[in-house]
């Protein structure tokens, strides 16, 4: 298979892209990701990811794609798992 094109996307237009995506009915829906918070001390746990299901475009948020390339998602949490 031959490029085609290829594109740099920055890490903030990374969910207007998902976004998009949905509204444009491109998807359906997706496996997102969010950061866990500590319940102890209420800090965001940037090292726990946890799979999130988004089927509208509302419900994205901020995505953390940084923290979910640079750690995956948490073992118990994978997405297999979440499914």
Known sequence: MDTMAEYLIKVED????LVSLLNE??????????????KKSGNVDRFTVQPLLVEKGE???????????????ARTDTASKYL
Request: net charge positive.
């Open 59 to 73: 419900d994205i948020g901020t995505f953390p794609l940084s923290s979910l390339i640079a750690f995956g998602y």
């Open 14 to 17: 990374f969910s207007k892209l």
């Open 25 to 38: 009915k491109v998807v359906d829906k997706f496996i997102g990701a969010k950061l866990r918070i500590d």
